[in-house]
């Protein structure tokens, strides 16, 4: 097995369920196949850190796959932090064409298939599929990594294999925590408004002069959720200044024109964190919450037509950045 450049393994298993990592100079990034595609690293390796948040349940084996349900609890007792597919529903259970679509869809609660196309030191490629169980989609990531980049490049492919037009809910569910996050980091993100509840703000700072860039807890008991509306450009950053490091993710805002913010830091005394848990949900998607049942913003295909984008996950040393290109190209920002 190639241990320098760009290389790939899928002959790993954790506690039984399949894994493939992709790797390079700067980034290890580890699939967790059988349990909904899920990114459970996504490590910097010259200051070996690693992004993403992990439950202090850990990983969970499971059944073949979990049956979507209307509560919240199939989902969190499995959880295990990193990055999930939200797919073809999200958040709180609804009813659509019969049947019912629970708390953040289908995708995560299913094994995956994947195959390595290609395998060489400049460039690995690997394509990762699966079939929802309760509504006719296809879903394709293609994940691929380059020599001496610091970014994961996913393409992803939905195709309706039904014969009349569905909606759909498609959203990324990256959570980030320590070491790298800490009440000293910034999110930003090229916004005009934040939904809190139900009061709008300026983003990023209100006319209170809150700064909803920081990361500063607040008073509460639960969960906090806030929404970026209106984004001029389709990325949002997240940087630990005094790491001099930060995490970017690059997206299509036709597709993905919301990004959800979930801030648990430390607030839920009761299940399923029991006051365990500090992590930013950084989340692009393309509809709100309740979007069936308010009538608001919803993908939709016709059956047999397909649906294509690309995301990007961008790794830079910086102590803040002012863009990221739709190439993955970091602008920092001037001064101090």
Known sequence: MRHFGARVSDRYRLDDLRIVVVENELLRITFLVD?????????????????????????RRRKHFVPTEHNQRPFFDYYEGGWQVLFPHASTATEYAGTNL?????????????????????????RFWVRTVR????????????????????HEVVINEG?????FMWGHHPA???????????????????????????????????????????????????????????????????????????????????????????????????????????EPHSSLPGARESGGRLLNLPGGAKMETDILAVVYEAPGISRISRSGKITPKRGK
Request: hydrophobic share 40%.
């Open 135 to 154: 509504m006719p989609f296809y879903l394709e990531r293609i994940a691929v990594l380059r020599r001496g980049e610091p970014i994961l490049r996913l």
């Open 35 to 59: 349990q909904g595609c899920d990114i459970i690293e996504l490590l910097y390796k010259p200051k070996d850190v690693d992004f993403l948040w992990r439950s202090p349940q850990g990983v």
């Open 176 to 282: 980030f925590g320590p070491p790298f996050l800490d009440r000293d980091s910034i999110l930003d993100a090229p916004a005009k408004k934040v939904l809190l509840g139900e009061e709008w703000h300026d983003w990023p700072v209100d006319r209170t002069g809150k700064d909803h860039r920081r990361l500063i807890p607040d008073k509460s008991n639960r969960e906090v959720m806030k929404f970026l509306h209106e984004l001029r450009e389709g990325w949002v950053a997240l940087t630990q200044p005094k790491l001099g490091l930060g995490v970017g993710l690059v997206f299509d805002p036709e597709v993905f024109s919301y990004v959800w913010l979930w801030h648990e830091f430390g607030y839920t005394k009761e299940y399923p964190w029991f006051g365990r848990s500090y992590v930013l949900g950084v």
């Open 102 to 126: 629970g708390f953040h869809g289908e995708a995560w609660g299913l094994p995956w298939d994947c195959e390595v196309l290609e395998d060489r030191v400049e460039q690995v490629t690997v």
């Open 163 to 167: 014969r009349k037009r569905l909606e």
